[in-house]
Nanobody
Framework: QVQLVESGGGLVQAGGSLRLSCAAS????????MGWFRQAPGKEREFVAG????????SYRDSVKGRFTISRDYAKNTVYLQMNSLKPEDTAVYYC??????????????????WGQGTQVTVSS
């Protein structure tokens, strides 16, 4: 079994920054993808960013390109999402997720096997 624990959410003014962390524990694979998704009230869960753990390739949704950066720390088995220039429309619950056995960064939440509990990000205008 795999456990994912997010941290780092909070309330920030527009233009500010936050860094989310997702620590993984439990069973490990040599190949997997870590993703960040978000879900705002009344909206579907959407892909934000993903990283292939083995080779570090990344992918982002268009609206966060140039503002968000996903990265990984092997030693800590942790993935991060650095969010800069935050906008009110970034407000959502952010989830990290893992897709075991893949190096393809899927943007569909249906492909991911494990999920964290979510952390709230609120950006005020």
């Amino acid at each position: 079994q795999v456990q994912l624990v997010e941290s780092g959410g909070g309330l920030v003014q527009a233009g500010g920054s936050l860094r989310l962390s997702c620590a993984a524990s439990g069973r490990t694979f040599s190949t997997y993808v870590m993703g960040w998704f978000r879900q705002a009230p009344g909206k579907e869960r959407e892909f934000v960013a993903g990283i292939s753990w083995s080779d570090g390739r990344t992918s982002y949704r268009d609206s966060v390109k140039g503002r968000f950066t996903i990265s990984r720390d092997y030693a800590k088995n942790t993935v991060y999402l650095q969010m800069n220039s935050l906008k009110p429309e970034d407000t959502a619950v952010y989830y990290c997720a893992r897709w075991d056995g893949s190096s393809y960064i899927s943007t569909s939440h249906l492909d991911y096997d494990y999920w964290g509990q979510g952390t709230q990000v609120t950006v005020s205008s």
